[in-house]
């Protein structure tokens, strides 16, 4: 009963902070229900489903602000779509030990992308065929890496709709769009070959869901987004440096 109590408020708080930086937070989850002692099994699906709530509400706001560029992202939303499902298949065959490796590289990854990341508009617009091939290519890696690692792929799919050319409110709202539809790929594609807890997924998802209600309303106040990814920035770091540790014990 511990481990949903701890769990249920970090999903609510975290939820809500990442939902005020227009964030899913699988890539957070993941790693904290592991160490909380959840399953890896059980624990990269759920991520995944918190991702698919806590990011709907941001996806339907951005859609009623006509902040989606389906041109771009319907490519991305299909390879996503469709690799999601073979990373989850791939995850039981892989040794433990390097799914968490890959892990702790995507947090260092994510890390950086919180702390550095600048999105830079292009000035010269590109041709019809280079935008779907590389949308179809990062949705393909993003969507197969977060199958396999039960995160949304956000952070890869998100410099490369800027690099595109997409103003930064587009690529955010085209992203969480992706993000919402590969994370519920992989979620299923997992559920149909790891048991899970439906009480504990069911608990999860609601305080996934509050949390995100909550950050949804703070965004409309002086809450500074930007302060907020340093912040998540560095516990990735403290929570990828922890898993480095764990793995060459």
């Given at each position: 009963?511990?481990?949903?109590?701890?769990?249920?408020?970090?999903?609510?708080?975290?939820?809500?902070?990442?939902?005020?930086?227009?964030?899913?937070?699988?890539?957070?989850?993941?790693?904290?229900?592991?160490?909380?002692?959840?399953?890896?099994?059980?624990?990269?699906?759920?991520?995944?489903?918190?991702?698919?709530?806590?990011?709907?509400?941001?996806?339907?706001?951005?859609?009623?602000?006509?902040?989606?560029?389906?041109r771009?992202?319907?490519?991305?939303?299909?390879?996503?779509?469709?690799l999601?499902?073979?990373?989850?298949?791939?995850?039981?065959?892989?040794?433990?030990?390097?799914?968490?490796?890959?892990?702790?590289?995507?947090?260092?990854?994510?890390?950086?992308?919180?702390?550095?990341?600048?999105?830079?508009?292009?000035?010269?617009?590109?041709?019809?065929?280079?935008?779907?091939?590389?949308?179809?290519?990062?949705?393909?890696?993003?969507g197969?890496?977060?199958?396999?690692?039960?995160?949304?792929?956000?952070?890869f799919?998100?410099?490369?709709?800027?690099?595109?050319?997409?103003?930064?409110?587009?690529?955010?709202?085209?992203?969480?769009?992706?993000?919402?539809?590969?994370?519920?790929?992989?979620?299923?594609?997992?559920?149909?070959?790891?048991?899970?807890?439906?009480?504990?997924?069911?608990?999860?998802?609601?305080?996934?869901?509050?949390?995100?209600i909550?950050?949804?309303?703070?965004?409309k106040?002086?809450?500074?987004?930007?302060?907020?990814?340093?912040?998540?920035?560095?516990?990735?770091?403290?929570?990828?440096?922890?898993?480095?540790?764990?793995?060459?014990?």
């Open positions: 009963m511990e481990i949903y109590l701890i769990s249920a408020v970090l999903v609510f708080v975290f939820s809500g902070l990442l939902a005020m930086a227009g964030l899913g937070a699988a890539f957070l989850f993941v790693p904290l229900f592991y160490y909380l002692g959840v399953p890896l099994a059980e624990a990269t699906p759920t991520a995944l489903l918190l991702n698919v709530v806590s990011l709907l509400f941001a996806t339907i706001n951005y859609w009623r602000g006509k902040l989606i560029n389906w771009v992202g319907v490519p991305v939303l299909i390879t996503a779509v469709a999601s499902p073979v990373g989850a298949l791939l995850t039981a065959h892989v040794d433990k030990t390097i799914l968490l490796s890959i892990f702790a590289a995507f947090l260092v990854f994510a890390g950086f992308m919180m702390l550095f990341y600048k999105a830079k508009k292009r000035e010269q617009e590109l041709s019809r065929g280079i935008e779907v091939t590389a949308g179809a290519g990062v949705g393909s890696v993003a197969f890496m977060g199958g396999l690692l039960g995160v949304g792929g956000g952070n799919i998100l410099p490369v709709l800027n690099w595109l050319g997409l103003d930064a409110k587009f690529a955010a709202g085209t992203t969480a769009l992706v993000v919402v539809f590969s994370s519920l790929s992989g979620f299923l594609a997992h559920a149909s070959i790891s048991g899970l807890d439906p009480l504990f997924v069911g608990i999860m998802a609601a305080m996934a869901a509050g949390g995100s909550v950050g949804s309303q703070l965004m106040t002086r809450v500074s987004s930007s302060q907020l990814k340093k912040i998540i920035g560095v516990l990735l770091f403290v929570i990828a440096a922890k898993m480095i540790i764990d793995i060459v014990k």
